[in-house]
C-alpha cells in the first residue's frame, strides 16, 4: 500500500498492489530512507521486471522515463481525513500507514505527529511539543513497532529518542551516543540510523573512517555500523551546518 496526500482538502490517497516492489540501481541513503519515505513520483524511472512471484523488480537506473501508476497499482481509495483545531496539518513531513491507522508527521508547521484510522478518524496526537522528559522539543525523524506497538520519535535538539505506545503513552527515551538523521526499525528490538555526519561512540571508527548506517540494539545499547566513508568527508560536511 502506498499512500499520497493532499493538503489543499485533507484526504489521503491509498494505492494498494498485491506484489512487494523491489529497486535496483539505488545509492544507500536513498534505500534507507526510502524504507521510511517511499519517493513515487520521482521523475527517473524504472524498468519493470514481475517475473518473481509476489515481486515488482523496478530499476531506478534507467533516466529520463517515467513509472506508470497503472503498471503496479490495483485500486485507488480516497480517504477523508477529520480535521479540527486540535489537528490541523501544514505540512506532511513523513506518512507512515501501519495495521488500521494512518499517522502523518508534520516537522515544520504544526511539529506535532498525528494519528487517523484508516478510514480518516482522527485518534489522537502522539507526545507533545516541550522541553519536560516526555516532550520532544524538534521532530527530526518517526519510526514505528508493529509488532511491540511502539512509536519512536527523534529529537535532534535533544539528542535523544522518545518511546510511546499506539495508545499515546510515553514508555521511555533515551540518547544514542552518535548524531543521526533518520531512524528505522527494523525488528528484533534494533533502530537503523543514518549517519549523514558522524561523532560519538569511538569504537566505530575503522582506519579514519566512520559509519554512515548504525545498527542500535535497544536491549543492550550496542552498536554496529556499516557503510563507511572518510572521516574527513565527513567532518567537512558537518562543519558546514
Known sequence: MFVVTHLNKPFVLQLNCNKNICMEGINIKTLLLLSTIFLFGCTSKHKIDTGEEGVIKVDMSEKEKYLKMSEIVDSIQYIHLSTSSE?????????????????IVDNVNAQSIFLFTDKGEYISQIGS?????????????????????????YDSKQRKILTYSFQNVFIESFSPDFFLREI??????????????????????KNKEVPLVVLYNLNN??????????MAITTTWHSCL
Request: aromatic share 12%.
Open 129 to 153: 511539543r516541550g522541553a519536560g522528559p516526555e516532550e520532544y522539543v524538534s521532530i527530526e525523524s518517526v519510526t514505528v513497532d508493529t509488532k511491540g506497538k511502539r512509536i519512536f520519535i
Open 87 to 103: 489537528n490541523l496539518i501544514g505540512n506532511v513531513s513523513k506518512l507512515i500507514p501501519f495495521e488500521d491507522k494512518i499517522m
Open 184 to 205: 528505522e526499525y527494523v525488528g528484533n528490538n534494533v533502530l537503523a540510523c543514518y549517519c549523514d555526519f558522524y561523532s560519538g561512540d569511538e569504537t566505530l571508527l
Open 221 to 230: 545499547k550496542a552498536t554496529k555500523g556499516f557503510c563507511y566513508e572518510s
